[in-house]
């Protein structure tokens, strides 16, 4: 079955401690989303990749950081400048270009102490 | 810009009651909207959608209707189960500025409880 695999579920850091969030689809989708969801604040988005080798920050970049060497992979990377990176972290894809809908993966849950 | 505005919740209800959650938008162009449904613990799925102006959006018992005239987007279901318990996102999907890629935004969710 076609879908967006997330891992781990669940991560625990230390603070200071740069952490990166794993994301693969075999879709064949060209764009991927990186979104964060807090209690109460719905879903903003990070960073998007509409093709490889290519991405944009969206609205709250700040800390993070991406790379997109291939078409199936969208890692996130938590930076020790993000100031608040305790929450759920949602890897999204979709047809490039048209107004399709999102596949969403199930998410991992960082919590840094 | 554009916006989406849902009723906050959380919204408790009895099985079997009848479920509206309100959605209204903002977009300075022709949107389509969108129902996502997140279960616990998961990620989000589409539940239904609208791409035009009085469409209406059917799955699993639940409907939305695109009204253009009250830019509004909202979801019902005429006899809710405790299998619905969820959180329900209002989105909609725009050219973004530029116009060349769509972009979405997401109402700020729903928790719905429905109790036995």
């Known amino acids: 079955d076609g879908g967006i695999t997330q891992s781990p579920k669940y991560l625990f850091r230390k603070e200071g401690q740069n952490v990166t969030l794993s994301c693969e689809q075999n879709?064949?989708?060209?764009?991927m989303y990186w979104y964060r969801q807090d209690p109460g604040q719905g879903l903003r988005l990070i960073y998007y990749s509409q093709i490889v080798n290519d991405f944009q920050k969206g609205d709250i970049a700040e800390g993070y950081s991406v790379s997109r060497e291939k078409k199936e992979s969208f890692p996130l990377t938590v930076t020790s400048a993000q100031k608040n990176p305790t929450a759920f972290y949602l890897c999204?894809?979709?047809?490039?270009?048209?107004?399709?809908?999102?596949?969403f993966g199930n998410g991992t849950r960082l919590t840094v102490t | 810009g554009n916006s989406v505005t849902q009723m906050e919740g959380p919204v408790t209800l009895s099985e079997e009651a009848f479920l509206t959650i309100n959605c209204t938008y903002t977009a300075t162009g022709y949107p389509s909207l969108f129902w996502y449904v997140q279960y616990p613990g998961e990620g989000l799925q589409l539940l239904l959608k609208a791409t035009k102006a009085d469409d209406k959006g059917s799955n699993k018992g639940f409907e939305a209707t695109y009204r253009k005239e009250t830019t509004s987007f909202h979801l019902e279901k005429g006899s809710v189960q405790v299998s619905d318990s969820a959180v329900y996102f209002c989105?909609?999907?725009?050219?973004?500025?530029?116009?060349?890629?769509?972009?979405?935004?997401f109402g700020k969710g729903t928790l719905l409880t429905v109790n036995p």
């Open positions: 999204a894809s979709s047809i490039q270009g048209t107004n399709s809908p999102l596949h």
């Open positions: 879709l064949n989708h060209d764009a």
């Open positions: 989105a909609l999907s725009d050219l973004s500025s530029g116009g060349s890629n769509y972009k979405l935004t």
